[in-house]
C-alpha cells in the first residue's frame, strides 16, 4: 500500500539562474572555452568518421575533415567550424537548448560498445562544455546542417538564456559548407584579451596542438598579418597549427632517435637532448600511453620539478597531475594520453578512483625497469649518464621505499680516484680494511689531504657532493643493517693506524689542549704516514645534525651554532710531533708558536677558516718566519 505522506518529482532548474554560474564558475580559466568549443567540432568530426566506417553514413568525402579558428577584432567574433556530423532543428533543440544533456554520451551509447568506447575519440563527456563559450561572449550563434542535408539552421543566444532558431537561414558568410557546424562567439568586454591573433594562438598552441582534426588559425581582422606571395609564386598554402598524428599514439618501432628527440625540444622548448625516454603503451584493463623524457639536470637546484602533460583523447588538460605521477617523478618531462581518466566537469581535475592509483603504480614500475635495464644492458653507458640521473634517482628512493627496492642495485657512487662502484660492489671489496663502512668525501679538493691518506691504504673514497647525498645515505644506513657511511674527516681509518700502543707524549698533547679548547679532544696515535704531524676529525653523527640544523635555519633565515665534537689526532710518528714534545719543555713560547702553526694547518685541511681564524693565521706564519 502507496505511502499517502511521500511525494516524488524531478528537480528543475531556471536558466537564469544557471547561466550566471556557468559564466562565472563552471570552468578555472576562462580560456579553457576554446579548448571546450573546438573538442565539440572535433568530436563532429569523429562522429561523422564512425558512421562512415559503420556503414551508417555513406557516399561521404571526409579527406577534407577540418576545423577553423577565425578571429574577426573589427566585428568582435571568433568563430569555430568544423564539416562534421551537424545538426538537425531537432537535434540541436535536444543538445543545445539542454543544458548537460551530452549529445557525445549519446553517440557512444547509441554506436559504441563497452569495449570500443574508450577508444572512439570522442572528447565530450558532460554536455556542459559548449556553454563555456558564454565566459566570454554575450551573444553565441550556431549555424549548422546535418550530414543527412535538410536546410541549414540558426540558432543565437544571449548571455541571459533566451535564444531563437531560424530554418532556412541563409549562410552569406560562407561559414558551412554543404554539412557541419560553426559557432560564432560576439566577444564581451570581459572576453576581449582573446581578440588578438597572438592569445588565441597561444590558447590553441596550449590545448590543441594535438587533436585528430586538422584545425586552421584565420585572421580577417583589417590589420590582420596576411603573408604576400612571391611574384610569378602561387601563395603558400595554410597549413594546420596542430599535429594529428602524435608521436606517442605511434608505434615505438616506427618512431626514430631523431624524431624522439625533436618531440622533446618542440613540446617542451629545452634545446638540450634528453637523458633517455620511455615508450608506454599499456592496453587493458588501464589503457594509456605517452612518452616520458629524462631531462639533463646540470645541478640539484636547476628544475626538481618537470612538466608531465596530460591528455585526454589528445586534449590537453593538465600539467603534473600528481595523482597520476608520483610526486618525485614529476621531475621528468613527458606527455601521457588517458582516455578513461575519470575527469570532473571542468577536465581540470581528477575524481578519486582505482584507475588512477594503478596507472601511478604502472608508471613508477616502468621507470624502475628502464633504469636497471641501461644498468645491466651498457653499463659504461649507463656511468656517462649517472651525474644527470643521480638527483632524479636518489630523491626517488628518499620518497618511495617500493621505488628503492626496484633500482637500489642500479645506484651508483662516484669514486674519487675515477670510476662508479655500487653498493654492494664496494661493501665486497672493503670486507678485509673495513667492513660495512663506506668512506666518503664531500669536497674533492678542500678534502684532499684525507682521501690521500686513505687512498695510499688501498680505501676506496667515494664522492658525495650534493645537498641531497646526506639524506640519501641516512636511508641506505636505515634499510642496511650495520652498514655505516664515514666521512673522510670523521675519524682515523684503521688501516692508516700502526699496531701497538702509542708512546706518551704529555707535554706536547697538553699544549694542544690549550691552543684547541675545551670543545676538541686531543689524543696521540701514530700513524703510517709519518709526514702528517696531526688530523683534525669531526664525529660524523654530529656534523650531519649541524648540517641539518644549518639547513633548517637556512629556511627559517636562522643562524645555527651547534658544537661539533672535534678530535685532533697528534701523530706520534711525525718527527715535527717528537721535537715538538722535546721543545714544550725547554721553551714553551716557541713549542707554542709551533703548535699554533700545526692546529691551524689541521683546520684548514677540514675546513674554511674563519676571517678571525684567517687573520690569526696569517699573522702567527709571519711572525714564524721572522725567527727563522
Given at each position: 500500500m502507496a505511502n499517502e505522506n511521500i511525494r516524488s518529482g524531478g528537480i528543475?532548474?531556471?536558466?537564469?539562474?544557471?547561466?550566471?554560474?556557468?559564466?562565472?564558475?563552471?570552468?578555472?580559466?576562462?580560456?579553457?572555452?576554446?579548448?571546450?568549443?573546438v573538442s565539440n567540432a572535433c568530436d563532429a568530426v569523429t562522429k561523422l568518421r564512425r558512421l562512415s566506417s559503420l556503414g551508417e553514413a555513406k557516399d561521404l568525402d571526409l579527406d577534407g575533415s577540418k576545423i577553423r579558428v577565425i578571429l574577426n577584432k573589427d566585428e568582435k567574433t571568433i568563430t569555430v567550424t568544423d564539416n562534421g556530423i551537424g545538426m538537425t532543428e531537432e537535434e540541436l533543440q535536444k543538445y543545445i537548448c539542454q543544458i548537460a544533456l551530452s549529445g557525445a554520451l549519446d553517440f557512444v551509447q547509441k554506436y559504441e560498445n563497452a569495449d570500443t568506447a574508450a577508444e572512439s575519440g570522442i572528447i565530450g563527456h558532460f554536455g556542459l562544455g559548449f556553454y563555456s563559450s558564454f565566459m566570454v561572449s554575450d551573444t553565441v550563434d550556431v549555424i549548422t546542417r546535418s550530414y543527412t542535408g535538410g536546410p541549414l539552421i540558426k540558432w543565437s543566444c544571449s548571455e541571459a538564456g533566451e535564444y531563437e532558431i531560424t530554418t532556412d537561414y541563409e549562410d552569406e558568410d560562407g561559414l558551412v559548407d554543404g554539412r557541419g557546424t560553426a559557432v560564432v562567439m560576439h566577444i564581451s568586454e570581459e572576453g576581449e584579451e582573446y581578440l588578438s591573433a597572438s592569445r588565441l594562438k597561444e590558447v590553441l598552441d596550449k590545448y590543441c596542438a594535438f587533436m585528430p582534426v586538422e584545425i586552421y588559425f584565420e585572421d580577417e581582422s583589417a590589420d590582420a598579418d596576411k603573408p604576400e606571395a612571391k611574384e610569378g609564386e602561387e601563395p603558400e598554402a595554410p597549413k594546420p597549427i596542430n599535429d594529428t598524428d602524435p608521436l606517442w599514439l605511434r608505434?615505438?618501432?616506427?618512431?626514430t632517435e631523431e624524431e624522439y628527440k625533436d618531440f622533446?625540444?618542440?613540446?617542451?622548448?629545452?634545446?638540450?637532448?634528453?637523458?633517455?625516454?620511455?615508450?608506454?603503451?599499456?592496453?587493458y584493463p588501464l589503457n594509456f600511453k605517452g612518452i616520458l623524457y629524462f631531462p639533463r639536470i646540470t645541478n640539484e637546484y636547476e628544475s626538481l620539478e618537470g612538466q608531465v602533460k596530460l591528455f585526454y583523447n589528445q586534449v590537453f588538460v593538465a600539467d603534473n597531475i600528481k595523482e597520476v605521477?608520483?610526486?618525485?617523478?614529476?621531475?621528468?618531462?613527458?606527455?601521457?594520453?588517458?582516455?578513461?581518466?575519470?575527469?570532473?566537469?571542468s577536465r581540470s581535475y581528477l575524481q578519486n578512483s582505482g584507475y588512477v592509483t594503478k596507472i601511478s603504480a604502472h608508471i613508477t614500475k616502468k621507470v624502475?625497469?628502464?633504469?636497471?635495464?641501461?644498468?645491466?644492458?651498457?653499463?659504461?653507458?649507463?656511468?656517462?649518464?649517472?651525474?644527470?640521473?643521480?638527483?632524479?634517482?636518489?630523491?626517488?628512493?628518499?620518497r618511495d621505499r617500493k621505488f628503492h627496492d626496484k633500482v637500489k642495485d642500479s645506484v651508483l657512487f662516484e669514486k674519487c680516484g675515477g670510476g662508479f662502484v655500487t653498493l654492494s660492489e664496494y661493501l665486497?671489496?672493503?670486507?678485509?680494511?673495513?667492513?660495512?663502512?663506506?668512506y666518503y668525501a664531500t669536497d674533492k679538493t678542500s678534502q684532499a689531504q684525507y682521501i690521500s691518506l686513505l687512498e695510499a691504504e688501498g680505501i676506496e673514497v667515494v664522492l658525495l657532493d650534493r645537498v641531497l647525498d646526506t639524506q640519501f645515505i641516512s636511508m641506505v644506513e636505515s634499510v642496511n643493517s650495520g652498514v655505516k657511511f664515514a666521512r673522510v674527516d670523521a675519524e682515523v681509518a684503521?688501516?692508516?693506524?700502526?699496531?701497538?700502543?702509542?708512546?706518551?707524549?704529555?707535554?706536547?698533547?697538553?699544549?694542544?689542549?690549550?691552543?684547541?679548547?675545551?670543545?676538541?679532544?686531543?689524543?696521540?696515535?701514530?700513524?703510517?704516514?709519518?709526514?702528517?704531524?696531526?688530523?683534525?676529525?669531526?664525529?660524523?653523527?654530529s656534523r650531519r645534525m649541524d648540517d641539518m640544523m644549518k639547513m633548517y635555519a637556512m629556511q627559517d633565515g636562522g643562524m645555527t651554532n651547534f658544537p661539533l665534537e672535534s678530535k685532533l689526532i697528534l701523530n706520534a710518528a711525525s718527527p715535527l710531533i717528537g721535537k715538538l714534545e722535546i721543545t714544550a719543555e725547554s721553551d714553551s713560547d716557541k713549542a707554542e708558536m709551533i703548535a699554533k702553526q700545526i692546529y691551524a694547518l689541521s683546520l684548514l685541511s677540514q675546513r674554511k677558516l674563519s676571517a678571525e681564524e684567517l687573520t690569526k693565521f696569517l699573522g702567527d706564519s709571519y711572525e714564524l718566519l721572522s725567527r727563522i
Open positions: 528543475s532548474v531556471e536558466i537564469e539562474h544557471i547561466f550566471p554560474i556557468i559564466k562565472k564558475w563552471l570552468y578555472s580559466e576562462k580560456e579553457i572555452f576554446l579548448r571546450e568549443i608505434q615505438p618501432s616506427d618512431i622533446y625540444h618542440k613540446v617542451f622548448r629545452d634545446y638540450r637532448d634528453p637523458l633517455f625516454y620511455i615508450h608506454l603503451r599499456a592496453d605521477i608520483p610526486e618525485y617523478l614529476l621531475m621528468l618531462k613527458g606527455v601521457l594520453d588517458c582516455p578513461e581518466m575519470p575527469l570532473n566537469v624502475a625497469d628502464k633504469i636497471n635495464s641501461l644498468f645491466s644492458t651498457d653499463r659504461e653507458a649507463y656511468e656517462k649518464l649517472w651525474r644527470d640521473l643521480k638527483t632524479f634517482v636518489e630523491y626517488g628512493c628518499l665486497e671489496s672493503a670486507k678485509e680494511k673495513h667492513e660495512n663502512k663506506i684503521s688501516a692508516m693506524k700502526n699496531e701497538g700502543d702509542a708512546p706518551e707524549m704529555n707535554a706536547a698533547a697538553e699544549l694542544f689542549k690549550k691552543i684547541a679548547g675545551e670543545h676538541v679532544t686531543v689524543e696521540v696515535q701514530t700513524l703510517k704516514d709519518a709526514s702528517i704531524p696531526a688530523i683534525l676529525t669531526v664525529a660524523e653523527e
